[in-house]
């Protein structure tokens, strides 16, 4: 997994951003070369990027130091390279936040492993390949085929000069907006009508607008994982008062170059009934929708965990008073079963399951990755072995002794959960081993402090200074009506984190022996309960 933040100006730009850190090589492995002289833990140490052609530059971070003398480095941000620095070995330091000079580094970098299989796109310029006849000059050419998106039209082309009565060449009149472009050569119509027979060798770019994008992720040996995203900006929120500028996620089992995005295998749910391309309408929530927005004055602050498997991420949309936390991710899950037995373990986590959810609305913001509380179908997804989307949603704490799926699961009906969120129950000395049937994160379940008033997990004293318990975010199908159990695996990266003495605040960072994590709330919440963190590699 690598880790990078950056900021981006709008709903747009954030994709096409997070687009170049999947399909670009990252920083993989840093080894101290030479230590340097009058470097300190915790200095940010940006590598030299000579040669290289990148996007999103690599750093490094001072772990431990000798004398001043560099002896251990980790991997502060990984950064996004088309083409590598040219020096891999030695790496010299261009700047550091401390004082600290001559350090140089080992590096190597591996592709992230994500594929563009399609993006929307739009004519830029077109030859004649068959002139036809009984054309005029300044007739209109519209393409034939393809797949337009939803609120798309054809690309027009103007005839310009001909050759007795046969399209000699044409010139660009509007570029049109198309899912799945038409195959040259294209088969054109005409207005006013007349010619006949015209086709076009078309050169295609990619649209400047809303995106419609599939990508596939690099799993290695397991099936991988298939990823659709579109972007919209042509709603109001529900109260009307807001343009919303969100994203839409979907998930599918397979893909074909030539459908459209909403026309694929077992898409997971988010499109109308009516199967046309456009989302769902409902205001009651069905889909994986992210709210983000359009420019303005306070830019998006991305920080994204990833690889070839799986993407997570956290964007804070706004902080200047009050923060604004959007949290997705995509892709397989770390499976604790055989690859025979989880064939697909995939997931598709938004931020709510509203389409027109706004960003600063915070009842319809329901979702995260680790709290996954929805009202209907959505936000979070999980491709099951039998071929269905199964809806995620939070398992609980039901008392002291056992962990029960309540919150919001329908028995009868199996569910896939997230596993744990925690309780407002309160505890008791006497009950101090209820977190032994919890996965335990290195601490010791017999030193948790307990304080009145105070819920469910406690940071637990220890020589090194108090630690965070950190539960890995894992997704398990619980049917307590019939019996019927099973595991899926974890969010790889993602642990639910619970804040209890609330020292904690959105991108706080901790330190857990070498590792260093980043701390996110989920949305405006700010109960303990309501943060996760991502593990900085």
């Not at 951003?17 to 080894?31: D, G, K, R």
């Not at 050419?141 to 939803?150: A, C, E, M, Q």
């Not at 989307?389 to 056992?402: E, H, P, V």
């Amino acid at each position: 997994m690598s880790y990078q933040t950056f900021t981006s100006t709008d709903h747009l730009d954030g994709l096409d951003q997070l687009l170049e850190l999947l399909t670009s090589n990252h920083l993989a492995t840093v080894a101290v070369n030479a230590g340097g002289t009058g470097h300190a833990i915790g200095d940010i140490i940006d590598i030299d990027a000579t040669g290289s052609t990148s996007t999103h530059l690599a750093k490094v971070e001072v772990v431990t130091v000798s004398g001043g003398v560099i002896t251990a480095a980790r991997i502060y941000r990984s950064g996004a390279y088309t083409v590598n620095p040219t020096t891999t070995t030695g790496n010299a330091q261009s700047a550091t936040t401390g004082s600290g000079i001559n350090a140089t580094f080992d590096l190597t970098f591996v592709a992230t492993g994500w594929s563009v299989l399609t993006r929307n796109e739009v004519a830029a310029s077109a030859v004649v390949a068959a002139g036809g006849t009984g054309y005029s000059v300044s007739d209109t050419l519209t393409l034939v085929g393809g797949v337009l998106t939803t609120t798309g039209s054809p690309a027009t082309f103007t005839v310009a000069t001909l050759s007795g009565s046969a399209v000699a060449t044409v010139t660009l009149a509007t570029a049109g907006d198309y899912e799945v472009f038409p195959s040259n050569p294209v088969l054109t119509s005409v207005s006013p009508s007349g010619g006949t027979g015209c086709t076009l060798t078309v050169t295609k770019a990619n649209a400047t607008g809303e995106i419609n994008i599939v990508l596939q992720g690099d799993a290695g040996a397991s099936t991988d994982p298939l990823v659709g995203i579109k972007t919209y900006s042509n709603e109001t929120d529900e109260t009307g008062a807001n343009t919303v500028y969100n994203w839409a996620l979907f998930g599918m089992s397979a893909w074909s170059s030539a459908a459209a995005l909403h026309e694929q295998a077992n898409i997971s749910p988010g499109f109308s009934t009516s199967a046309d391309g456009t989302l769902t309408t409902s205001t009651t929530g069905d889909g994986a929708f992210v709210p983000l927005k359009d420019s303005d004055a306070f830019d998006m602050e991305w920080a994204v965990r990833y690889s070839g498997r799986s993407v997570v991420v956290s964007a804070q949309v706004e902080g200047a008073s009050t923060i604004y936390e959007t949290q997705f991710g995509f892709g397989l899950l770390n499976q604790f079963g055989i690859t025979t037995e989880l064939p697909f373990p995939m997931f598709i986590a938004g931020t709510s399951d509203r389409k027109r959810v706004w960003y600063q609305d915070s009842n319809s913001i329901f979702g995260g990755l680790s709290e996954v509380i929805e009202r209907n179908n959505g936000p979070f997804f999980v491709w099951a072995p039998e071929g269905v989307w199964l809806n995620a949603r939070n398992a609980k704490i039901a008392g002291n002794q056992s962990m029960t799926p309540t919150y919001n699961v329908d028995n009868d009906l199996p569910r896939v959960n997230v596993w744990p969120l925690g309780t407002s129950i309160k505890r008791s000395a006497a009950n101090d081993q209820i977190w032994d049937i919890a996965p335990a994160t290195g601490f010791d379940n017999d030193d948790l402090t307990l304080t009145s008033g105070q819920i469910s997990i406690y940071r637990t004293p220890n020589t090194g200074g108090d630690l965070f318990p950190l539960y890995p975010v894992t997704i398990v199908q619980a049917d307590t009506s019939s019996g019927f159990f099973r595991t899926f695996g974890e969010l790889d990266g993602v642990w639910w984190l619970h804040a209890a003495d609330s020292s904690l605040s959105s991108r706080d960072r901790i330190t857990q022996g070498s590792d260093a994590y980043t701390v996110f709330q989920n949305g405006t919440r700010i109960q303990p309960y309501s943060f996760m963190a991502l593990r900085e590699d």
